[in-house]
Structures are given as C-alpha cells and as structure tokens.
C-alpha cells in the first residue's frame, strides 16, 4: 500500500487489485470511478477491491474561499515567524492591514479569489507615494500574492500583469573639491 497524489490534489490510497484478471481489475476500477459521497469538506469514498478484503479511501480536500483579512493575516505571521526586522515588518503592516484591507472593504472584496488585475491596478492607483516607494510596495504586494498562490489560496497571481515602475535614482556620486573644503 502506498499513498499517491492526484493531478488535482486529491489524495489516494494505492492498493493491488491482487489479481491477474483483466475483468476482475476493470471492475475495480469502475468501482474506483464511482462519484464520492460528500461529508462535508472531506470527502471519502469506499472501494473494495473483488480479490481482497482490504478497503481504500479516496480522500479530496476541498478548498474554502480564503478571505483577504485572513489571508492577509496568515502573511504577517508568517512575515513575524521569519523574524523580518521591526521596520520591515512594520510597513508590511501599514501596506497590508491599513492600506490594502481597508482598500478592499470600500471596493466591496471580500474574498481573496476576487482580486483581479484590474482591481489591483486600482489600488495602485491610490498609491500617493513616490516612484521608488511605489515600486517597493509593488515588490511587498507581488510576493503576497505569490504566498497565496503557494499556500494554494488562489489558483493564479493577479499580480502578473502589473508594469514595471520606472525609478530615475540620481546616482551617489563624491563631494567636488570644494564642496569638500567646505
């Protein structure tokens, strides 16, 4: 017996027919294909092979929507469990708890798998910041969503499509010689 992973991310329970008859092993198959009894949000359905008495279960975990507010506060645990610095982990909490969430509840979102493209170029557009604080709020927004993709919340990162924003940073250069006198 071994445990094998679906394509969807079902779980099955491997078990030998433990026959060499086509007929006997297309009949347990059918049985594998039969529609799972629903209990909820795990689903598990017995199969019982014509050869052997042993029993397997189909297990399906099926997602829940993921709220933003959880979502959101799954990412500041995680952000706090890596031991992020304070200052790090304080912007993170004024662009996540007080920007981004408050953003979201006055736009009527409140399910992570609303958030689109669109919505988030217009959250960008509330952005009042300057160039090279946008783009680094934009770095901090793209890897949220990329948690959630990771953490199987959404199915595909909105944040895909968002352009890249130009920073035109006056290069440090040395003090001139009489600046230097000075």
């Given at each position: 017996?071994?445990?094998?992973?679906?394509?969807q991310g079902e779980k099955f329970l491997r078990i030998s027919v433990k026959t060499r008859s086509w007929e006997k092993a297309e009949e347990y198959r059918r049985q594998l294909e039969t529609p799972p009894v629903d209990a909820g949000n795990l689903v598990r359905q017995p199969y019982r092979s014509p050869e052997a008495s042993a029993v397997a279960f189909r297990v399906e975990r099926r997602k829940s929507r993921v709220t933003i507010e959880a979502a959101v506060e799954a990412y500041l645990r995680d952000a706090r469990t890596r031991s992020l610095e304070v200052s790090t982990l304080s912007k993170l909490s004024t662009i996540f708890q007080k920007q981004f969430l408050s953003w979201t509840k006055s736009e009527g979102y409140k399910f992570l798998d609303e958030i689109d493209l669109d919505a988030l170029m217009s959250f960008r557009d509330t952005w009042i910041d300057g160039p090279l604080a946008k783009r680094k709020k934009q770095a901090r927004l793209i890897g949220f969503f990329w948690m959630c993709v990771r953490r199987g919340y959404i199915g595909d990162n909105p944040t895909f499509g968002l352009g890249k924003i130009k920073v035109d940073q006056i290069p440090?250069?040395?003090f001139p010689p009489d600046e230097f006198d000075k």
């Open positions: 017996m071994q445990w094998i992973w679906g394509t440090t250069d040395y």
